[in-house]
């Protein structure tokens, strides 16, 4: 939308690339404090959140645009009738520009919303996030590079990054009553190729938010500032391409 | 969408109230120029393009929000198997903050995408806007106030804008093909109650836009600025209350 | 600077005026804390922190433009040789626009720096208002409409806004060595003309910032955050027309 | 400003250093129009434009932060009872950073102003930068790279690019009267250290401002803008580090 402009054609060749630079901070929680969002028919592998912070730029579709992203995602098997997959389930995904978060909702059900995201703040081996609303801060993100990653353990950062699937859940309203027009999962396959990799020392904080200060969807912020963060696992710094197939996705069975 | 946190509810008892300063400007245009924006079922009343720029302020159901809105709409009638039905059909809707885009497009079908738009800049009896994306000024807008309008004018400015129907067109892709999953026309009734309002003299001018500078919806803006502007017919500023009965939308047949 | 262009000629006769709507805080502190940030000729009045968050409109010397201040000052008297005078001693003034940082800085010494500062967001009768560096939130400020002042009340609010003194410190470094080409005190008249002003309920908090976070003057942030809270002593909403009488500052003596 | 903090100390030591990626275009125009703005003391040594459209990144100073310049300089030579030099005189020096431009202006001189300066935005070979103010752009630029520099191509470059003088007018204003406190001309010794280069095409556009869109020092913009373009004479894409010395900045005799 708007369509009568007749821009956006489908094009089933169409790739989406783009430059990377991201943060993946992981952290264990309890079982049950995830399960709580999984809709039926997806299940929890481990009780795992994982924080991508990605500054993406270059991007083609948006002609040399840029954007960046915090991405809340958890370890999921999707048992369908027919389709039985794993991949990450996004409890959301805040990205700084209106453009992808319309396309990423609209054509995959990608739960995108929109926050200030800065640009990662760079004091080597330091580096910050931060993501707020309306000058109000929710996340904030850490980051101490130890070893940069190459050999084996390199190639291994690369096949686990390499293709992947994320699972999006489309949901649009029905007009002027309660329930749901449409109401899918969609499964949209991405990949990221490293170029290079740092091992670290990653830690978050969530600050919770009045409805005032976050806005109506404050409330999103505040479930997660709720899950309890047990112990970090794992935090890796990388850059390199990404590679979206958006026409690659499709409704689950 | 996310809704596995459990916000958002239907109410259908909520309507949306915000204050609203704001400046409408139209202009004359030929009748081809805007009949190619048309779906089936739409006709157009005159050649008129009618441009609102608003400030909203004091939004409820943004616990305080505020945003700004470039509107580009066309008066139409709408000839449906059951309704018939005037009112404006936005060709575009301009908006600088995104949960709103959100809700519009998706419960409504208004062609709402992002752009930067500046609060209007006062200099009495001088007014003047400015939209740009990624800092291309893509429209910029001026207004002369002239005179405050009381009495019967005011009355009449008052009943023109007490309600009226916009018309959405709300198209949602098919996941991983081309056509749509939902495809349907809807109208949105709203209403504003003027407070004050003045006449004036306005102006404004389009201004291409490149796809590196613009991004990918550049050819809206190239498609807006090659509709000729024959005359300037009108200009108005306003402040008042805005009252959007987005429960009140329903699917047109 | 840049003075090449010939242009900001001194004009005798030039008044700033402005539309103001701001919200006054001030909390009581220990006498020690506030002594230590002032130097020698100025005595604190009383243990008391200002704050004051402004939005300035429709600028006359901006040509309609507006920007929003967070001023923390403290009540002084001035002993200087011959000049004896009460007033305002700002500890830093934080703006979310550069024009007139610059101007504030170089003409009259009055320590301003940059701070995203956001419209006051207004749900009546709450108000909150929020000051960040780089998506780091520093300030966050709240406020509870109680009363409107009226009759004595709103007479007595006017006549203590209506014009008091505010004291700069212009401090120029050497280039390229330690100490300073310009060291001297400013008094620079200001006044407020209340048009509506309502008393209220008004709290604050300081965030503590890291360097990376913050940046460079980190430090000024932290410092205010150590400064105790003993107790908030006065809330005031107000909107109003601003004067500075810019050109009306002299160096004291 | 403000110093009652006790921040800031003099460090004799201290270089700034920082990542850069720039695009460098000048081109040729009436010697006439320059001189005009060059203060006595200053020849120009050739009727040549070069702007700077720069990218600062992991910034030491400012504990990872960050930001954009666009410099308009001139090449000249100074003339003084003491110091023969040359190096570029800085018209104006636009950031989007507070910060820098205060330190800048108080310590070196350097007229640096606030504007909204885009990142790059990048579609290879295709790069352009924008730089507005509220809204408003007033300055366009493109560069296709044609060719990345190797050998000794790119060891002229570097050598051009290694050490360079910069020359400030400091001019700080009297309290409450016309003329200055301050006045004096600094010179500011920068390098930039290239990694890689790149040769392309560049082209700029100016676009004029009214008072109301681009504000108080409008005609900066206008007068630059009226400054013919005769030819483009180079465009030079690179990246690399920067050091700037500002410790080493003294005032010119």
């Known amino acids: 939308m ?19 630079t991201g943060i993946s901070i992981s952290y264990e929680t309890s079982r049950q404090s995830l399960e709580n969002f999984l809709p039926e028919g997806f299940e ?3 009780p795992r959140v994982s924080v991508a912070y990605n500054m993406f730029t270059e991007i083609n579709w948006m002609h040399g ?8 995602s958890v370890p999921v098997r999707f048992h369908g009738k027919k389709d039985q997959l794993e991949g990450m389930y996004p409890l959301v995904t805040w990205e700084n520009q209106t453009a992808p978060i ?4 609209e054509q995959t059900g990608i739960p995108k919303i929109y926050a200030d995201i ?18 109000n801060t929710f996340l904030s993100l850490s980051f101490e590079e130890t070893k940069e ?3 084996k353990e390199l190639e291994a950062a690369r096949a686990q990054h390499k293709s992947y ?8 309203p029905k007009v002027g009553g309660p329930g749901a027009d449409l109401d899918q999962f969609i499964v949209y396959p991405q990949g990221l190729d490293l170029d290079h990799a740092f091992d670290g020392k990653g830690s978050l904080q969530w600050i919770e ?23 970090f696992v794992s935090a890796i710094l990388y850059n390199g391409g990404s590679r979206l197939n958006s026409v690659g996705s499709r409704v689950l069975k």
Not at 102 to 105: N, T, Y
Not at 118 to 135: K, T, W
Not at 209 to 231: C, D, E, S, W
């Open 44 to 46: 929890l592998i481990e």
């Open 118 to 135: 800065e640009d990662l703040r760079v004091q080597r081996p330091h580096y910050i996030g931060a993501a707020s609303s309306r000058g």
């Open 65 to 72: 645009g840029a954007y960046n992203v915090v991405d809340i």
């Open 165 to 172: 699937n994320v699972f999006g859940w489309r949901w649009i």
């Open 2 to 20: 708007p369509i009568h402009f007749g821009g956006g054609k489908f094009d089933p060749t169409f790739i989406i690339t783009q430059k990377a």
């Open 209 to 231: 938010q009045t409805p005032m200060q976050y806005g109506h969807m404050h409330f999103i912020v505040n479930q997660l500032a709720a899950i309890p963060i047990k112990k």
């Open 149 to 151: 990653l190459t050999g």
């Open 102 to 105: 319309l396309g990423g909702r």
